[in-house]
């Protein structure tokens, strides 16, 4: 919230029509995200659809000019994958799970950085070149995982510890 009101605030570019949108169901902290929304002044600039189901989830990709994921801590990093999948720019930290899920294909920004969260924004949202470049990387870096390849290595993982269990 912090970076994208940096980035309203100091980018001539900021289009009136660029949106931040927050999905998900409500949870830990919510209120504090509606008094921060407000305290920043973005209440027109910021929606909250609440959950999105897991069908849905490829239109609201597809329609975002980029995704941003400022996480801390992450298992794996699904959301990332799901988004360079549908095409779009990403933005998320770099965190040791999602450096390995972005590879070279996004832009990696500490995750309590808010100045660098704002300037990857004003890059992604102000190079269309850029955004083009980081759209067709994302494509090619989420094609290297698949579920048929993820239970691939893990069944040759138990075949393993099951040979050597012999």
């Known amino acids: 919230l912090h970076a994208f009101a940096r980035w309203v605030r100091e980018s001539s570019a900021a289009m009136d029509d660029v949106a931040l949108v927050l999905a998900g169901a409500r949870g830990w902290y919510y209120d504090e ?39 801390l801590f992450e298992g794996f990093g699904l959301p990332v994958l799901e988004a360079m999948a549908c095409g779009v720019p990403v933005i998320c930290s770099r965190v040791p799970s999602l450096v390995e899920v972005a590879g070279d294909a996004a832009i990696t920004v500490a995750p309590d950085d808010e100045t660098g969260f704002a300037n990857a924004l004003r890059l992604v949202l102000e190079q269309p070149r850029l955004r083009s470049a980081l759209r067709k990387r994302g494509l090619v870096q989420a094609a290297r995982f698949s579920w048929r390849r993820s239970a691939e290595q893990t069944l040759a993982i138990y075949e393993e510890i099951a040979r050597l269990r012999r």
């Open 33 to 71: 995200i509606f008094r921060t929304v407000t305290a920043l002044g973005l209440a027109g600039r910021v929606h909250f659809p609440g959950f999105v189901p897991a069908a849905d989830l490829p239109a609201w990709y597809a329609g975002a000019e980029a995704f941003v994921y400022p996480s």
